[in-house]
């Protein structure tokens, strides 16, 4: 699983989002990748209470519709910046992938617990490179959905 094809820039995710089967849905997971997560028997652990969680924790990359006619680019960007702290907490072999799943319920912060039906793609590090400046260039004062890093 390790052997799984790179989106290597925003527009290659953009193509696996508009190219996704029409019965499935699309997420990002922040994790050591799918051998260990299907390993591990696709569960989670809830970080502030150590709950184990019946699905994998995860994002979905599906562009809802009120967004309209702009960039999907822009919509994936902000679904990796807004988590990008979770590589970076969680340490080095940990990464962003792209699965198709199922939604099982829902997580303490509100998040997809998903059954993985199939690993898709890794998310190359350029690509959260691209993100972080997509972000940047929408002009305002954003920062990613991190609780851990107050003064």
Known sequence: MNDLPVAGDLGELAELVRNR??????????SKGPAADLRD????????TGVDLPGLSANPLRVEPWWGDRPVEV???????????????????????V?????LGRGPDNEP???CRRPVAWVA???LEEAQRIVAAQGTD??????GGGA
Do not use: F, K, N, T
């Not at 089967?21 to 922040?30: P, S």
């Not at 699965?99 to 939604?103: N, P, S, T, W």
């Open 21 to 30: 089967q029409r019965d499935e849905e699309l997420y990002v997971r922040w």
């Open 41 to 48: 028997g696709e569960r989670s652990r809830d970080e502030l």
């Open 75 to 97: 919509w994936l960007a902000r679904r990796l910046y807004d988590y990008q702290h979770l590589g970076e907490r969680r340490g080095p072999q940990v990464r962003p992938w």
């Open 99 to 103: 699965l198709a799943g199922r939604e």
């Open 113 to 115: 617990l998903v059954a």
């Open 125 to 127: 590090e350029e690509v």
């Open 142 to 147: 954003w920062g990613p959905l991190d609780r």
